[in-house]
């Protein structure tokens, strides 16, 4: 049995606004088992970044967590104070956020910001923090590292712009590394190197990965356990390839089924409807008015997320007698 | 066979780099955004433009419905030169011109007014093109609502009032009412969520089908080229790279550079384990493209002939164009 290195239970973060209360996050639980890759996946509003947020504590406000339990290597998150969280916080649990533009301060050089959050975590000297950054571009595969730290952001490509913000977010060597859409604004044939990166330095580092994402491709290709979340709760959870061959929820095969493929034409099957307000979210099963399978069960009565073997979990009140298929 | 909706022959659209001393802006050089540029488009056909960020879709798409002036080339649709008529036809052709060609923009938050019901957004068609009496205003806005998947009640509200896959229904509505041929649709759905794409993706398709209206699908995402398009351009930097229809260019591409493309997808299918093929580096600058073939210094295949001289755009199959010195060894 691998070490649980994250373990969320039953996580509910609320934003309170003027307009009411948006329950952004109600009632996630998942665990992220050590060497293998969790995917987060949801579409906007699905509360995927809204949980990552949680995990690293920096809720924005008028957000917060309003209970659950978030075990990191058995210690709950949630009772540590704010300076305890420090101690997490970039230092054990790091973060690659999707805009390296604004998670990058124009005002200094590449080098500079790195050493600063070298030298945040542990005391060293200059030339020992020059000596680890230049390191740290050459994790991240930078050519020319000497060169590159005296770059601005602005002068740098988005792609390596994301490779610094992964650097930096490797400065500490965390076990954890959360990386929300990374690469959501790059190119593909770039999106493609960052990718193979996380890839790679996952297996070097032996460091635990969780990817935020809303492209199913990229689950298929990096994750190897999937989170699918619909509108702050948890649809689904299992293996990647189980996922995809024999989805349980309905959700989760109407998403496989409305993604075009670039490897052939298929038929695209679009799920009705948009995607529901939170402050009202819907009764029972949050899916239900978009779903194709539902009945009136589905309407009054919230369906408990069930463990059905095999590492799965589900939450449909149907699963057992829907035979879901995503043709190709 | 019969003549092409809309042609576009050597297309160029530069625009001037300035270096800004203390009193003078000095020239220094021109981004090559479209770069001698030739395709045509069926009747009632989607052609599907791909290319990453700086290669110069949106620019072309633009240029080719005359919204940004070109510096050379000619667009002719329906046999008539696009820029001449605009610039010196008489008032009738104009509007008829602009009537024939619409365009669907990226963001569905800034090109649908705020302070306008979706009402006066379609009707504003017939107001300026006098198609449609004002006796028949209503039940018209109504019809072109329930073609793109709205209600009735719908056209009393504002844009603030619905989400992205909503107001990109009402942008496609807009279009449509001026009953147009041919529809630039510059990345439709890129802004929009997984569930609502394959809404916006079905509804194109189907339009293109039922209505016979012409295509031209600005997209850096393949996935969805691949759904909705007949023929298919790969653009980098400014130049087509690969022109063929849709199937041969996903199945068998001759271009190093869209095999690359290709190869770069990620595809929903665990199963499938693909040697991908990384490229080495950025997408150049455009103001300064590399020398010969532009995808040259990234390219697994580059010889010297490659830095030297420009592959022109050659027929190697019938109806599959390549610009690519070493093309054959793909074959």
């Known amino acids: 049995m691998p070490e649980t290195v994250l373990q969320v239970d039953d996580l509910k973060t609320y934003f309170f606004t003027e307009a009411g209360v948006v329950r952004a996050v109600d009632g996630v639980s998942f665990s992220l088992a050590k060497g293998k890759p969790l995917g987060l996946v949801g579409e906007s509003g699905s509360g995927k970044t809204v949980t990552a947020l949680s995990v690293l504590g920096v809720v924005p406000r008028p957000g917060r967590i309003v209970s659950g339990r978030i075990l990191f290597k058995g210690e709950n998150l949630l009772e540590k104070t704010e300076d305890e969280m420090r101690g997490f916080r970039g230092k054990r649990i790091g973060y690659v956020s999707q805009d390296p533009n604004s998670s990058l301060d124009p005002l200094f050089t590449v080098g500079n910001q790195l050493s600063e959050v070298v030298t945040t975590h542990e005391k060293m000297s200059k030339e020992a923090a020059r000596e680890k950054v230049v390191d740290l571009l050459r994790l991240v595969r930078i050519p020319e590292p000497e060169t590159r730290m005296k770059a601005y952001p602005h002068e740098l490509s988005g792609g390596m712009r994301q490779r610094i913000a992964i650097a930096r977010a490797l400065a500490s060597e965390p076990d954890l590394l959360i990386a929300d859409e990374p690469t959501t604004n790059l190119d593909v044939t770039i999106q493609a190197q960052v990718l193979e990166l996380l890839r790679a330095l996952e297996r070097e580092l032996d460091m635990s990965l969780i990817l935020v994402t809303h492209d199913m491709g990229i689950i298929a290709e990096m994750a190897e356990e999937v989170v699918v979340l619909y509108a702050g709760r948890v649809a689904e959870v299992a293996r990647t390839a189980e996922l995809f061959s024999d989805p349980k929820h309905p959700y989760t095969a109407a998403l496989l089924q409305a993604v075009p493929r670039v490897d052939r034409k298929r038929s695209l099957v679009p799920i009705g409807g948009n995607i529901p307000n939170l402050i009202t979210p819907p009764s029972g099963c949050r899916f239900h008015p978009r779903c194709a399978y539902m009945i009136d069960r589905c309407v009054s009565e919230i369906p408990p997320l069930e463990a059905i073997g095999g590492g799965r979990e589900v939450s449909c009140h149907r699963w057992k007698e829907l035979d879901l298929k995503v043709s190709t | ?331």
């Open chain 2, 1 to 331: 066979m019969p003549s092409p909706l809309l042609e576009v022959r050597d297309l160029m659209k530069y625009f001037p780099v300035y270096e800004r001393g203390i009193l003078i802006k000095k020239k220094v050089g021109d981004v090559h955004a479209v770069d001698g540029v030739s395709f045509d488009v069926a009747k009632g056909e989607t052609t599907g433009l791909v290319g990453e960020s700086g290669c110069g879709k949106t620019t072309a798409g633009k240029a080719i419905l005359d919204l940004i002036p070109k510096d050379s080339g000619q667009v002719l649709f329906e046999g008539k030169d696009v820029h001449e008529t605009l610039e010196h036809g008489s008032n009738e052709d104009r509007k008829a011109m602009r009537r024939g060609m619409q365009m669907v923009f990226q963001n569905p938050y800034g090109s649908l007014d705020p302070r306008m019901t979706v009402f006066d957004i379609i009707s504003e068609a017939f107001i300026i093109h006098r198609h449609v009496a004002k006796s028949e205003w209503k039940e018209r806005v109504y019809s072109l609502l329930k073609l793109v998947g709205l209600e009735e009640y719908h056209a009393e509200r504002y844009p603030h009032e619905f989400s992205g896959g909503q107001r990109q229904r009402i942008s496609i509505a807009r279009a449509l009412a001026t009953e147009p041929k041919f529809i630039v649709a510059d990345e439709p759905v890129s802004s929009l969520d997984v569930s609502v794409r394959a809404q916006i993706l079905t509804l194109l398709q189907s339009l293109q089908q039922q209505e016979t209206i012409s295509f031209l699908y600005i997209s850096h995402d393949l996935s969805s080229v691949r759904q909705i398009s007949q023929h298919v351009i790969v653009m980098y930097l400014g130049k087509i790279m690969e022109y063929a229809d849709v199937d041969r260019i996903f199945e068998h591409p001759l271009n190093p550079y869209t095999v690359a493309l290709l190869s770069a997808v990620p595809v929903p299918d665990p199963e499938r384990k693909i040697k991908k093929i990384l490229l080495a580096g950025d997408v150049p600058s455009p103001i300064n493209p590399p020398s010969g073939c532009r995808f040259n210094p990234r390219c697994p295949y580059a010889t010297d002939i490659c830095k030297q001289t420009e592959p022109p755009l050659r027929q190697l199959e019938s109806g599959h164009l390549v610009a690519c010195h070493h093309a054959e060894k793909l074959m």
